[in-house]
């Protein structure tokens, strides 16, 4: 289980609108979402930046963080939707959909992010160095975790 530190310390109001500590807002009374103080592309950058890198993923730089990552906590490590990246990254790369030219069944059944960064990365197709050769680095961290928030 990951626990998102402000959703564990009840910081709501660091991204929800607020009063007498109970979630507001016209889309809790219609959808019973509490009210987000941003919209979903800007709410993560206001504590999270991604890595400035040749190739950016497109719903990452977009910030659509949420896609793949839940807000609050999930039993997944990082809060990921999914428990592996397998099953994460066919949500949008399966058969024709993004995936078009190529036989990745060569890499048998290996984690997608043991050679391609979710984030951003400097080698086109998101690629870790190394990966080409099938000797793919490990990944380091491409969006930083804020220090003071
Ligand atoms: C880091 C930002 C963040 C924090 C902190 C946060 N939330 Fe959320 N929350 C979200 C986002 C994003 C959504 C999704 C909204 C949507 O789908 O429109 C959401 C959705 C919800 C929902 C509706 C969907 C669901 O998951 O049930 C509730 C209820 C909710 N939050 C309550 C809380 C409470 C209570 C806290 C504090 C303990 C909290 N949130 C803290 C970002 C946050
Ligand atoms: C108010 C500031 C704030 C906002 C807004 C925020 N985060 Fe965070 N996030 C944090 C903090 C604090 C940590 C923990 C940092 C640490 O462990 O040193 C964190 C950690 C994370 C982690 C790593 C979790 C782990 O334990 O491994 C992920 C993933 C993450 N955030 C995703 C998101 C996403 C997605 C959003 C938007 C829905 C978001 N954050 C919005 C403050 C924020
Ligand atoms: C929410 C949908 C979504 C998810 C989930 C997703 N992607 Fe993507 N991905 C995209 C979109 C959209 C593009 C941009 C496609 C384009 O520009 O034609 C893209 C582009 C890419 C590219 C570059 C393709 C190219 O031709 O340059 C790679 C590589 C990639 N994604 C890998 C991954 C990996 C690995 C994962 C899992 C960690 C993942 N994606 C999860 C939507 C997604
Ligand atoms: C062993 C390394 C490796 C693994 C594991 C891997 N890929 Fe790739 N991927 C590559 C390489 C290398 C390329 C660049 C094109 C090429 O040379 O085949 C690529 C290209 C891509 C592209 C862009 C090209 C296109 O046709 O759209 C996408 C999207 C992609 N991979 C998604 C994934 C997903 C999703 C997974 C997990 C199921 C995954 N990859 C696992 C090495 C890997
Ligand atoms: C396409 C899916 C996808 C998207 C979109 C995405 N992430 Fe991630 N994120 C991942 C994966 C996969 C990991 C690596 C988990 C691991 O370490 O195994 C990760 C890791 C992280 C980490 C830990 C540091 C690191 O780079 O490893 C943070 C923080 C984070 N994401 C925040 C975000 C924020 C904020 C956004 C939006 C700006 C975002 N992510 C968008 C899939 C995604």
Redesign the pocket.
């Known amino acids: 289980m990951t626990v ?1 530190r ?3 310390e ?7 609108s607020s009063r007498s500590g109970k ?1 507001i807002g016209l ?2 009374i219609f ?4 009210m ?1 103080l941003e919209p ?1 592309e800007k ?2 950058f206001k ?1 999270h930046g991604i890595e400035q890198k040749a190739y950016l993923h497109a719903p990452a730089v977009a910030g659509q963080c ?1 896609f793949c990552h ?3 906590q999930t039993p997944n490590k990082r809060m990921l939707l999914t428990g592996t990246t397998r099953e994460l990254c066919a949500r949008c790369h399966s058969g024709a959909t993004f995936l078009t030219q190529l036989d990745h069944a060569r890499y048998g059944d290996r984690e997608c992010i043991a050679c391609h960064d979710p984030h951003a990365a400097d080698i086109e197709f998101n690629l870790l160095p190394g990966a080409r050769s099938g000797e793919p680095e490990p990944r380091k961290p491409t969006v930083s975790l804020p220090t003071s928030w």
Do not use: E, F, N, R
């Open positions: 998102h402000p959703y564990a009840g910081k709501c109001d660091k991204c929800h979630p889309s809790a959808q019973g979402v509490p987000l979903i709410l993560c504590c949420s839940d807000p609050h």
